[in-house]
């Protein structure tokens, strides 16, 4: 089973305990850190997260992650906000951040360059649409889309 493959299967058992819990499921990361796997849950609600909301849905989680038993060595679990520069993953953020500033890398060059920055339009046919900073209006289709995030505004 692949790393993706792996988180693709836990994402599927704790969206609907985080989503019953009312939470968004923002991201979930299984990573190596500090020679030990960390499993960062991300999670946001639109009245923003607190120390509390993170305690509260680490415990279900727990709990229903020993169930299932999806990781098959040891791991901390850490449940938290996404912060200010919140990733961007799923269709419905391209749309709900829609006026936001973004930064969005690919996979491959699209007009000669990997890394845009502007603001969201919305989504449209699969395509990510943004005006950029410098150079206007550019759609960028999901599947190249390596990695986009809000960006911090001051």
Not at 59 to 72: A, G, K, M, R
Not at 87 to 95: C, E, G, N, Q, Y
Not at 120 to 148: C, R
Request: proline share 4%; charged share 30%; net charge negative.
């Amino acid at each position: 089973m692949t790393q993706h493959d792996n988180i693709s299967q836990i994402e599927n058992i704790i969206e609907p305990a985080v989503r019953d819990l009312g939470y968004d499921l923002v991201d979930v990361e299984l990573i190596m850190e500090n020679q030990k796997w960390v499993l960062r849950v991300y999670i946001d609600h639109g009245k923003g997260i607190g120390l509390d909301d993170c305690e509260l849905v680490s415990n279900s989680l727990d709990q229903l992650l020993d169930e299932h038993d999806p990781i098959p060595h040891s791991y901390v679990l850490e449940v938290s906000s996404p912060g200010a520069e919140r990733p961007l993953k799923k269709k419905k953020d391209f749309v709900n951040f829609a006026g936001k500033k973004v930064q969005i890398k690919t996979y491959v060059k699209l007009d000669g360059r990997k890394n845009f920055k502007g603001k969201l339009l919305g989504l449209e046919d699969e395509h990510v649409v943004l005006e950029t900073f410098n150079s206007g209006e550019v759609k960028i289709p999901l599947d190249k889309i390596a990695k986009a995030n809000l960006l911090l505004e001051l």
